[in-house]
């Protein structure tokens, strides 16, 4: 078993992984930048060691001094939570050269599945089903026509070493092939310094639906049911669930089935997620693998009893995965990123201190935070602040007590995406589970114009009430700032009402 494990990471995921340890017995070491000196990630760990500046650059992204860090405190494991140096080659294979465990996939496997052509090719030769289209980049605009041409318009061109979207374009008829060829290209060179580009057969309206897999040290490969991950907006998910609505045992069986053999060809070890286009048509197609442990792993774990993260560090410590090969899911589990953006403004990044954190609990109800009341929230690292997670015995249940977990939230201070989840719970397709990867910029629009939500009406009846009684009580700022909050109709108004009718109550 690891003894002492360094968490190259911060906010949420740190503390989360901080956590995993404290319950294995492992001792913990933070890392954190001056942004980072008071959070919580840092106190919570058993040690702690001050790696430079705020930006990222000079800190979360220096390899060199986190593995000098890890050497210094004397841990024996890296752990890298996801983002920052989770999926760099490099940084997996200086861990294990420095005499420390990588608590990861090999950086074989990472460089396996980097770039999404090698990870096609991967694919098609184990028999996974990937969409139509080439393995190889193509050398130009005719090339691509030709290839289009055999499996029919509407085509997508992607970037071979893609990823977020970028040097992806829709093409609908060959005339239009030749400028969106030039287009993509000039866009995958900018992007990623490479600008090879393959044809895909473009899937319409298909889900998002991603297989998580744990393999161990002793060839033992499982996978551990879907998430769907449909719910998302320019590349960024916003929310997770397990299962997919979409999917039946039978489809779970096939898909985890394709995502076992994905992670056995590319000789993947620790936790991973193989993504998957699931089509109208109920056809699926292997698209990439994500060789990190996934911000939406909360509702995997709440669906399947299993602690992901805890057995990252179980499996790096080389013990056996004991769990069976198949796994049914047991009731439902939604997670929704709250994050500091303003979604009436173009989820435009919010800054400030949070002034008031009052964090949902109750059945069901899980919070994987990262900041707490007194937190600076800046422009330096990722805005996502916390995970809310909950569980029910049906989806329509766990949608329910989304609905209550977020109208008990309170974050004062910054904006939030919390209204805006908040009408998506209250949304008829999404709670008909009718959604894919566009439903969310179709809908948006609506769900932002739309009439305010329960908690907003809540707590205008609740404002007005207290008005009267702040009055009373001779609190009158109080009031004064739940009738400002709510006359403007602004999406904090019910953080507000809740934290006034806290304070009015008081004896
Ligand atoms: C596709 C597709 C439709 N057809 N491939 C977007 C990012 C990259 N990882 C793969 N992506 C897509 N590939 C074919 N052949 C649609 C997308 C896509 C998407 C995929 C998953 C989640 C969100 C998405 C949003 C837009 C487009």
């Not at 992984?17 to 933070?30: D, N, P, W």
């Not at 949902?360 to 007194?374: A, I, M």
Request: with cysteine; charged share 25%.
């Amino acid at each position: 078993m690891l003894k002492k494990v360094l968490v190259a990471n911060r906010g949420e995921i740190a503390l989360r992984v901080v956590r995993a340890c404290q319950e294995l017995g492992i001792r913990s070491v933070a890392v954190y930048s001056d942004a980072d000196a008071h959070a919580p990630h840092v106190r919570e760990a058993d040690e702690a060691v001050h790696i430079g500046p705020a930006p990222s650059r000079e800190s979360y992204l220096d390899g060199e001094r986190i593995i000098a860090a890890a050497k210094a405190a004397g841990a024996d494991a890296v752990h890298p939570g996801y983002g920052f140096l989770s999926e760099r080659e490099w940084f997996a294979r200086a861990v294990r050269e420095a005499g420390l465990v990588w608590v990861g996939p090999p950086a074989e496997a990472i460089a396996a599945m980097g770039s999404k052509t090698a990870a096609r090719t991967l694919a098609v030769a184990h028999d996974v089903p990937v969409v139509p289209g080439t393995t190889e980049a193509l050398p130009d605009a005719a090339a691509a026509k030709k290839v289009a041409k055999t499996f029919g318009y509407p085509v997508l061109l992607k970037a071979a070493a893609g990823g977020g979207g970028k040097g992806m374009r829709v093409v609908r008829t060959a005339a239009e092939l030749p400028e969106a060829w030039e287009s993509a290209r000039r866009e995958a060179r900018n992007a990623f310094g490479d600008d090879a580009v393959y044809v895909e057969k473009y899937i319409e309206g298909p889900r998002h639906v991603e297989i998580q897999v744990l393999a161990d040290h002793h060839g033992t490969v499982i996978a551990l049911g879907e998430r769907e991950c449909s719910v998302q907006r320019r590349h960024q998910k916003m929310i997770e669930e397990a299962p997919s609505p979409a999917v039946s045992p039978e489809l779970r069986a096939r898909m985890g089935a394709a995502a076992v053999r994905a992670a056995k060809a590319a000789g993947y070890r620790n936790a991973g997620t193989c993504e998957f286009l699931l089509a109208r048509d109920g056809n699926f197609y292997f698209l990439e693998m994500n060789t990190r442990i996934q911000v939406e792993h909360p509702v995997t774990e709440l669906v399947t009893g299993v602690d992901l993260v805890q057995w990252q560090l179980r499996i790096a410590g080389g013990e056996r995965i004991p769990f069976p090969d198949t796994m049914e899911p047991r009731g439902w589990a939604i997670e929704c990123r709250i994050t500091s953006e303003d979604p009436t403004n173009g989820f435009l990044p919010s800054t400030g201190r949070i002034e008031c954190l009052h964090v949902p609990s109750g059945p069901g109800v899980r919070w994987d935070g990262g900041v707490e009341s007194g937190s600076e929230v800046g422009l330096h690292y990722d805005p996502m602040l916390a995970k809310l997670i909950v569980w029910g015995s049906s989806r329509e249940q766990a949608v329910d007590r989304m609905h209550r977990a977020l109208r008990e939230l309170i974050v004062a201070g910054v904006e939030t995406s919390r209204e805006f989840h908040l009408r998506v719970m209250e949304d008829a397709e999404f709670r008909a589970g009718a959604i894919d990867i566009q439903w969310l910029e179709r809908r948006l629009p609506s769900l932002l114009g739309a009439a305010p939500s329960v908690a907003e009406r809540q707590a205008a009846a609740i404002a007005a009430a207290l008005i009267a009684d702040a009055d009373r009580r001779g609190t009158r700022h109080t009031a004064q700032a739940v009738a400002s909050e709510s006359a403007s109709g602004a999406g904090v108004a019910s953080a507000w009402a809740t934290l006034a009718r806290r304070e009015a109550l008081r004896p």
